[in-house]
């Protein structure tokens, strides 16, 4: 088994439901970085290439919808 954490880029506005799923993550050895718009996520995604993508479908910016597309 890897010992390879799982990078994980994770989109959300509400600051407090983004802490709480952020410390959850990272409490089980996962690396989360953290953005709360669909532009600022894009481009964490883009330089960051994450293992995962969590994602708000009501962002303030766009819809969580196009930030997956």
Known sequence: MSDAKIH???IEDEK????????????????VFE????????????????DLLIV???LPDMNGLDVIR
């Open 16 to 31: 407090q439901i983004r802490r709480f799923l952020s410390t959850a993550l990272e409490a089980e050895g996962m690396t």
């Open 35 to 50: 953005s709360e718009t669909g532009k600022q996520g894009l481009i964490s995604c883009a330089t960051r290439k994450p």
């Open 8 to 10: 994980i880029v994770l």
């Open 56 to 58: 708000d479908l009501g």
